[in-house]
């Protein structure tokens, strides 16, 4: 057998199957047997393959690939924030405060955890050795509601009650810069510009902002939702081609950042919507709302597309996986959801968190 360049001999009656072959291997070199895929001539072997109908006399030679886990991370109104393997639907308890985690999000490299709380703090988790806290940002007058990271890991961008955004630095764990209080009600989200020149808000006094990280100053306001802006992101585009922002007037609105206009509103949800984000082709944007459901609309005719249905209360987040064939889902019935992008099918249910998860990501 080959692994790693190198080959392992293996002495099996020639019945043994596939699935005996991965239990025989875990216990010899470590390896889980749900991380074992078997490869013959090209082929990827099923797992009640028997290996004495391959052999060449009585000698056989395969190939062992290890796959990488699909790993998903969540925050929840528990406290946690967990990090799912979605082959065995097990989970890691990876950071705990003392009130809910309104945002979770991995760095850039898989390395660390960073978790927004209402607890008045964001927190920075290290994944490897004992999940420590690593860096905490202390907000002292209101709890945070969004956190995330600048590109290169350096910064921390955090939002929150008081209708402020800051800047950390991560190495210092210290506030860096603040931006003018433009906004005059609470801040819902705040994220990096693709470019890491400008910031995103997002705002309960119905507007979204744009603001430069140089200045401070608030460079492109973004109007016409007729009540509060819960989020804001913009499309996966190194020039950040789209804003879209996601309301409590149970519409989502797509923006030209260049001049404020608004080029499409999205009306269908009976509900408000919490979250918005653009498809990785630009096509199509998705929602998630309190009305149970996500739905994924039409950028060129801002119709609904397809809509994810089965969540049993409100739906916090939706999120696509790094690919864009799968759409996640978090939801306050306390489990987390998988669906297929273009039939819109269930394709897993995860259950752990004791309270609603509010956010969920998939790692690159």
């Not at 109908?53 to 190939?63: E, I, R, V």
């Not at 393997?85 to 097990?90: A, G, H, L, V």
């Not at 509103?265 to 709302?289: D, E, K, R, W």
């Not at 609904?304 to 987040?317: A, K, L, P, Q």
């Amino acid at each position: 057998m080959r692994l790693g360049g190198g080959l392992i001999e293996v002495d099996l009656e020639p019945s043994t199957t596939v699935q005996q072959l991965r239990t025989t291997m875990e216990e010899r070199i470590g390896v889980s047997s749900s991380k074992q895929q078997y490869v013959h001539d090209g082929l990827l072997l099923a797992d009640d393959a028997a290996l004495g109908g391959m052999a060449d006399k009585d000698f056989l030679q395969l190939t062992l690939v290890v796959s990488r886990p699909r790993l998903v991370l969540t925050g929840s109104r528990d406290g946690s924030a967990r990090l799912w393997d979605m082959r065995d639907s097990t989970s890691t308890i990876v950071a705990n405060h003392r009130e809910e985690v309104n945002t979770a999000e991995l760095s850039p490299r898989g390395t660390s955890v960073l978790t927004s709380s209402d607890d008045r703090t964001a927190k920075i988790w290290l994944l490897k050795g004992d999940g420590e806290c690593a860096t905490t940002f202390k907000c002292d007058r209101c709890g945070v509601f969004s956190a995330t990271f600048s590109a290169d890991r350096s910064c921390v961008l955090t939002a929150g009650e008081d209708g402020r955004l800051k800047i950390w630095s991560v190495v210092a764990g210290k506030c860096k810069q603040g931006f003018i209080p433009f906004h005059s009600g609470k801040v819902n989200s705040a994220v990096f510009s693709p470019c890491g020149s400008f910031v995103l808000s997002a705002s309960d006094d119905r507007t979204s902002r744009l603001w430069n990280i140089t200045s401070g100053h608030c460079v492109q306001t973004f109007e016409g939702h007729t009540s509060g802006v819960a989020h804001a992101s913009f499309a996966p585009t190194l020039n950040g081609a789209f804003v879209v922002t996601a309301s409590y007037d149970r519409t989502a609105k797509l923006w030209d950042p260049t001049d404020g206009r608004c080029l499409a509103t999205f009306v269908g949800h009976n509900g408000v919507v919490s979250s918005a984000v653009v498809s990785l082709n630009l096509a199509s944007v998705l929602t998630a709302s309190h009305d149970g459901t996500a739905k994924l609309w039409s950028v060129e005719s801002g119709t609904c597309i397809r809509t994810f249905e089965g969540h049993s209360d409100i739906v916090n987040c939706a999120v696509f996986s790094p690919d864009g064939e799968s759409v996640l889902t978090a939801s306050d019935d306390c489990t987390w959801r998988v669906w297929n992008t273009e039939s819109g099918e269930s394709m897993g249910i995860f259950a752990g968190h004791t309270k609603g998860v509010t956010s969920v990501q998939m790692m690159q």
